[in-house]
């Protein structure tokens, strides 16, 4: 039995004693504690491939900043590579691909991802924060969504527009639906495995949402959000499952109509116009600006309180808008998350 | 007297013949016509301060595409440069700035702009390309608006997140109103000098408008651009404003209400939506996703005319929904701006 289940609570839409907390990024290089872990590995793949080290960078947050749940340690890029298709990781720059998806032969050489088999780092690292988390919070499973790694596939790295990505969405449509279908299939199977090996809850990250017309990203990116969280449901019914659609405005309605338990939203949706949107049926996770994080522990505190007014306690999980960016000082995500976990509404 | 003047017509919402046409970025790398003028210089800046050359690209798309206006060729960033900070232009990343603004000191070192004197190649530029035109189609005047400026004085070139300059937005809030107030005096000269100088209509540019939660962008964004459109208008109050918000799908309502007569939309924004949210008492321009310029001619005309039958043939002026990507085709450009002027209704 888990001794602090607040977030799986929040997820269901059951009562809760106080809004729950956790950070996109909190494993990360805000802390020296995971960069001493990171420094050990001569590059970021030996890491991440390395479940001890992971799986201790992955409950560094839960001891230092008190959050309630840790977040499995790894990068959405692990699955296009367990597809066929290895990625390199610039630290600087982020992650690339060195061959990109330009083709139907590209896309058939793609097999889907078995999990059980080059896959199992980030399952024996789930495996190993379990043990180490001693069910003191819940652990989240990620993965990224169809789109947002169709687009690094194609693109080959980060981009301003994604222009080469959206192209094909226009000029290849049948070949861009089999490689996100195959992506689809594979991120179900992994994220059933991440299950299967003990997290509590997943997480589906689409940092690209916000990049497509309304239609287009129905058609490209919401229908593999939902053959996922139909996977994933038809097998793990009880596991809650979170969207995080970066910069989906438009898609917010259709988004809550998927079999989903949490909708992540970015820091420029308004709490109260979002739930609008999606009604009461869903709950909300969110989202403090991540530059609100550089003020001071007074300014946190005002800029957080303002957030859990506007979000209510029914329904809501506390998180960034966004990822923590690595320059933010270990002490300001503290007064994040006490000023969340001592709210009084 | 203007020979075609559709864009002004449309800009105040009086019938029109059919819906014009021009394209963000229609005066640059697309055209082979453009790069042989361009590669007379030895770097960018001395291209963009030579008039007699911004004035012959300026008027390119023109005699090429045959669209409804042209605009001058010109950069966002020669604000910033005649207050006193120069920016340096990499064509392969973008520009940049070699010093940035960091404190109170780095702004006061900064001038209100004079655009007498250190624009005058703009306004050469611009008096120029009127008389190559020869009354054939308007000429559009343009600045960055000010938090998109001030977004790349405090960041020093382009950014994922713009987290340096969002930063100061919490940290120096009296610093950061006081350079965006230098900076919104200073375009507001920049476009008076621009339609002294003889353009018929003016657009500003707001790059970076989506990344602000919606109260910080009213009060760091839409308050400068309003000071800027007052200050245009008090002077040439027959004079027509576009305002372009990329991504600011929060602030349309809000922009709406300015002083101004043409509210541009980029490709996510739905057009029905977005005139279900601002009324029809303004011209709404844009929208086309300029991936679709990728596509064969047949799918750019379907596209096209779908887009046109979205907006309806009042009060809208047909562009893409962001500025033309280097790599697409002239043919293809020719094929949207054919497929806008023979769309029949």
């Known amino acids: 039995m888990l001794q602090n289940d607040l977030i799986l609570k929040a997820a269901k839409g059951e009562a809760v004693s106080r809004t729950p907390v956790w950070l996109m990024r909190q494993a990360g290089r805000v802390l020296k504690e995971y960069r001493a872990v990171r420094n050990k590995f001569a590059d970021f793949k030996q890491f991440v491939q390395n479940p001890e080290a992971a799986a201790e960078v992955t409950v560094q947050p839960v001891d230092i900043f008190k959050v309630d749940a840790a977040i499995i340690f790894s990068d959405i890029l692990v699955v296009p590579e367990a597809?066929?298709?290895?990625?390199?990781?610039?630290?600087?720059?982020?992650?690339?691909?060195?061959?990109?998806?330009?083709?139907?032969?590209?896309?058939?050489?793609?097999?889907?991802?078995?999990?059980?088999?080059?896959?199992?780092?980030?399952?024996?690292?789930?495996?190993?924060?379990?043990?180490?988390?001693?069910?003191?919070?819940?652990?989240?499973?990620?993965?990224?969504?169809?789109?947002t790694i169709f687009a690094y596939m194609v693109e080959g790295s980060g981009s301003k527009n994604f222009s080469v990505a959206r192209r094909m969405l226009y000029t290849e449509p049948e070949l861009s639906h089999k490689l996100l279908h195959k992506i689809a299939l594979s991120t179900a199977v992994y994220l059933q495995a991440q299950i299967a090996a003990g997290v509590h809850i997943i997480q589906i990250f689409d940092s690209w949402a916000g990049i497509l017309p309304h239609n287009q990203y129905i058609e490209f990116g919401i229908n593999y959000i939902k053959m996922i969280v139909d996977a994933v449901k038809a097998k793990y019914p009880h596991v809650p499952i979170i969207v995080f659609c970066k910069d989906a405005y438009n898609a917010r309605a259709q988004l809550s109509k998927l079999n989903i338990d949490v909708l992540g939203m970015d820091w420029c949706m308004d709490p109260v116009a979002t739930r609008n949107i999606v009604g009461t049926n869903i709950t909300l996770q969110g989202n403090l600006d991540p530059c609100v994080l550089y003020g001071s522990e007074n300014d946190i505190k005002t800029h957080t309180q303002n957030m859990l007014t506007s979000f209510g306690k029914h329904r809501h999980i506390a998180n960034l808008g966004h990822g923590l960016y690595p320059d933010i000082e270990a002490d300001k995500i503290k007064h994040f998350v006490e000023a969340v976990q001592n709210y009084k509404d």
Chains 1, 2 share one sequence.
């Open 83 to 147: 597809m066929g298709l290895p990625y390199q990781m610039a630290e600087a720059k982020g992650p690339y691909f060195e061959k990109v998806i330009k083709n139907l032969q590209d896309v058939d050489a793609l097999h889907v991802a078995e999990p059980e088999s080059s896959l199992k780092y980030v399952t024996d690292a789930i495996a190993y924060s379990i043990d180490i988390l001693a069910n003191r919070v819940p652990l989240i499973g990620f993965a990224g969504a169809p789109w």
